[in-house]
């Protein structure tokens, strides 16, 4: 009984927090509706959700500015879960897709499938494949003979995410000159051609379907593979996993918005700041804090310098950067 009574003690904060963010999620949805080169005010708002209000309102609601702020939220939510697969995957709090060189590769491999004239289905395969081959080489030249160790990764995921950016900008080279304004905004992180929201949502509702389940041998998994093989885990497996489905989300994240950095750096490892290292409350906070913060930085990029917009990822960039130097000056303490 006082075990029972202890396990709801320790289950409250995690539910609570779940809570607080999903509160968090529905209000930066509200204010992304209402915001904009034209606001709206609370009663007109509520009227347009209502189903009554003025028709352009609802135009301008219903029609553009709900899919986008759902296909923000859907973005973030498969980024920061992504970094938060990765880094449990490779043990390190800075990994991240960005920063691992995934949306790099996955970026290349769209834009040549865009340039060969591919259709949206097969953008999104190359993408995923870029992203797996990005994943793959990352780990194996970080692993070399032996382990990798934290510095060595990131060292050689800032090498390949550089060598791709090189890939990227021969492509813009010799890419004609028509297509140059949508190929730089879609690279820098744009969600204004984001189209259906509902392939990213089902995306990210899916895989957390996947993972949410194997939170135990998450955790177990996140102290090292040794330890975790000791205790009868399914080590390579379970790591193969992650890294198909890590590779996954980042490639339809990066075919709906583009490049976006940062949200899965920052996201997770401040949850676990915050939160303790629970996979099983981490992934499902992750999620939810990270579809609130691009929703938010989108509707920044949206208002900032209205009637003109900024791509969101210049916004990620922004706040990424200071707290990616933030977070390496504390790991070498």
Partial sequence: MGGARASRLVRRPGTGALGVLALAALLSQLVALALGSVSLGPGELLSVLAGDGEALHRTLVLELRLPRSLAAFGTGALLAVAGALMQILLRNPLADPYVLGLSGGASVAALLAMLAGLGATLVGGAAFAGALASTLIVFGLAHG???????????????????????????????????????LYWLMGDLAYAGSPWPVLA????????????????????????????LGVAVRPL??????????????????????????????????????????????????????????????????????????????????????????QRSQR
């Fill in 145 to 183: 003979g032996g382990s990798w160790t934290p510095t060595r990764l990131l060292l050689t995921g800032v090498v390949m995410a550089s060598g791709w950016g090189a890939l990227i900008t021969f492509l813009l080279a010799v890419s004609p000159v028509e297509r140059l304004p949508g190929m």
């Fill in 239 to 328: 790591e193969w996993t992650l890294y198909l489905l890590a590779s996954f989300i980042t490639a339809m994240a990066v075919t709906t918005a583009g490049s976006v950095g940062f949200v899965g750096l920052m996201v997770p490892h401040m949850l676990r700041l915050r939160l303790g290292n629970d996979q099983r409350l981490i992934l499902p906070a992750s999620l939810l804090a990270g579809g609130t913060l691009l929703t938010l930085a989108d509707t920044l990029a949206r208002t900032l310098i209205a009637p003109q917009q900024l791509p969101v990822g210049v916004i990620t960039a922004l706040i990424g950067v200071p707290t990616f130097l933030y977070l390496l």
């Fill in 203 to 230: 995306t990210a509702a899916a895989g957390l379907a996947v993972v949410l389940p194997l939170g135990r041998t998450l955790n177990v998994l996140a102290r090292g593979g040794l330890q975790a093989a000791a």
